[in-house]
């Protein structure tokens, strides 16, 4: 199938979309791909199969055309504002599909030492280190207060 980013918590947690509906521009001359970059421009849809990506109740999966730290700034607020409820948030970074059981790496972070970089680099994360292999790789970022 393929890779998803997922907020998971143990309260409810809001989905959202962009206010405004952002067209994707291809110049075939360049190879340049642009989404305008807008801050707000990222989707939360309800993700209801969480309990077999994370022990947490509830889920959602992040959905952008590409990072940018205004969104990252975005998610930060977002992960901020569910941890005003709970103790811990998950950003998980999993391969969506039937496969061996997966290697794990987590790492703890709180909310105040979370940069949108941090969220970049996970993104970035190679879930099939070894491609001939049938074991991904899942990283796990629990965001603290």
């Known amino acids: 199938m393929s ?3 997922l907020i998971a918590a143990d309260c409810p947690l809001e989905t959202h979309e962009p206010e405004k509906e952002y067209g994707v521009h291809f110049n075939i001359d ?6 305008g970059g807008a801050d707000d421009n990222f989707y939360l849809h309800p993700f209801s199969n969480i309990g077999h990506y994370s022990g947490k109740a509830h889920g959602v999966a992040l959905e952008w055309f590409k990072y940018t ?12 504002r569910c941890l005003e409820q709970v103790e811990e948030v998950e950003l998980c970074h999993v391969w969506l ?14 909310i105040d030492e979370l940069r949108p970089s941090d969220i970049h680099k996970l993104e970035e994360k190679v879930i099939w280190i070894d491609p001939a292999s049938t074991q991904p790789t899942w990283y796990y ?3 603290t207060r």
């Open 3 to 5: 890779a998803c980013i």
């Open 30 to 35: 360049t190879g340049v791909i642009d989404d």
């Open 69 to 80: 730290e205004g969104r990252g700034e975005q998610v930060i607020a977002y992960i901020r």
């Open 97 to 110: 599909s039937d496969y061996d059981p997966p290697k794990i790496h987590r790492q703890r972070i709180s």
């Open 141 to 143: 970022l629990i965001i």
